[in-house]
């Protein structure tokens, strides 16, 4: 029985978008396999590729995806699932057939470059967290004795914005957050094309996550000593000023973190930041 009571289907018929690679362009192939109870998506993948091949009985290929840990902690696996952003290993099939009893259509992400099928690079996140400090730096690491104390309040305020796994569920949504991909010039050494992608990613907007986790560390009592650099890098080209408050990306987040909570804060706090260095100058 399916989530709403209806008798399940002995077959699933699954639509995915496919790409051989990067740059190159994308197709959809369909898929049938074998309806088992209580199957994720990451369970029809895996019979997806164990099959490897379509429903017309056509060789192809495996779907590539990414995945890891299975419970929604490492955030790798990512994608469309009838049209919503969303892991896809809480994505539970009796209830996507509830909601679409035709088909499940699986698709990457559109915000970041397509590597294959389904794995995409999340770089451009991981560089965002670099771009607002979200570390607590160290001198050494040697015994400095007991850190400073985080009052109870403090600590119910930055536990959620901890659980951010860096999934890329809240930048997919986020309608300010546009994709960059840049294409390799002819000759082009792997060094200086990296160094223009991160050139570019500097410009673009650095996402929710990234704010959040600038908010996170700034509460921290150790953290707070950089706190003007964290703030300084949301006031620069692609940083807070860019949020339209569309709030799509605390709809979407599977922890559920009070990411527009986290922008709020971060406003005023940009804004205070931006005053006293006006009147230090």
């Known amino acids: 029985m399916t989530a709403s009571g209806n008798a399940h289907p002995t077959q699933i018929n699954v639509r995915v ?7 190159e362009a994308s197709y959809w192939q369909r898929h049938t396999i074998a309806y088992e109870a209580d199957m994720n998506v990451i369970s029809v993948l895996q019979k997806v590729a164990a099959q490897s091949q379509t429903e017309d009985g056509k060789a192809v290929a495996p779907v590539a995806w990414d995945c890891n840990c299975l419970e ?9 699932v009838n049209g919503r952003t ?7 099939v009796d209830k996507l057939l509830d909601d679409n009893s035709e088909e499940i259509e699986l698709r990457p992400m559109s915000k970041f470059p397509v590597v294959r099928d389904l794995m995409v690079d999340r770089s451009r996140m991981f560089h965002a967290l670099k771009r607002v400090k979200a570390w607590i730096p160290v001198d050494g690491y ?9 009052s109870p309040a403090s600590q119910q305020t930055a536990y959620p914005l901890s659980e ?4 890329g569920c809240c930048v997919e949504a986020c309608p300010q957050y546009t994709k960059i991909e840049l294409k390799r010039q002819e000759g082009e050494s792997d060094t200086a094309y990296q160094t223009r992608k991160e050139a570019a990613w500097q410009r673009g907007f650095v996402g929710p996550a990234a704010i959040s986790q600038a908010m996170l560390f700034n509460e921290n009592p150790t953290g707070k000593m950089n706190a003007g650099e964290r703030l300084d890098a949301l006031t620069a080209e692609g940083g807070i000023q860019v949020c339209g408050n569309a709030q ?5 987040c599977p922890k559920e973190i009070p990411l527009t909570y986290s922008i709020a804060r971060a406003g005023r706090a940009t804004t205070v930041h931006a005053i006293k260095k ?3 100058r």
Do not use: H, I, K
């Open 17 to 23: 978008l496919r790409q051989d690679g990067p740059g």
């Open 72 to 80: 929604e902690v490492c955030g790798a696996c990512t994608m469309l």
């Open 86 to 92: 969303r892991q896809a290993c809480t994505a539970l």
């Open 142 to 150: 040697y015994d400095m004795g007991p850190g400073a104390r985080q």
């Open 164 to 167: 951010c796994m860096t999934c």
């Open 248 to 252: 799509n990306c605390v709809s979407v």
């Open 278 to 280: 006006w009147f230090d």
